[in-house]
């Protein structure tokens, strides 16, 4: 039997975490969303994520800068931090040379999320 993975997911919108989780659960893929900043950390002590996907524009307390928290966590747990924004690609670029996340994915591209996904789960990002 094959070891699933977990993908958590992060952000403020209920839609887009329900929307998310339907997209990428599967027979390999476990997905764990977490509504806004507030309580992430504990919450991924608890899940230990293989990958963590995190929205950007969160209100109170910005993806960018709930990354600045919670790095020294996932570079422990070894969990990728992928920001999924709908932000465009420049700017996402340039937050994630500014915070030290591992890459980006934009939101509305489902092919782009799921190869990304599975890339990063691979291990190709790594």
């Given at each position: 039997m094959q070891h699933k993975q977990t993908v958590m997911v992060i952000d403020d919108d209920d839609i887009h975490l329900y929307t998310t989780s339907?997209?990428?659960?599967?027979?390999?893929?476990?997905?764990?969303?977490?509504q806004g900043s507030f309580g992430a950390t504990s919450r991924i002590k608890a899940v230990k994520p293989d990958l963590l996907l995190l929205d950007v524009n969160m209100p109170a307390l910005s993806g960018a800068n709930l990354t600045d928290i919670i790095k020294p966590l996932c570079a422990e747990l070894q969990t990728p931090i992928v920001f999924y924004s709908s932000n465009d690609e420049e700017t996402l670029r340039e937050l994630?040379?500014?915070?030290?996340?591992?890459?980006?994915?934009?939101?509305?591209?489902?092919?782009?999320l799921r190869n990304k996904v599975n890339a990063y789960l691979a291990g190709v990002h790594k």
């Open positions: 339907e997209l990428l659960s599967s027979s390999r893929i476990d997905v764990v969303t977490h994630v040379a500014a915070h030290g996340a591992q890459g980006y994915i934009c939101k509305g591209d489902v092919t782009a």
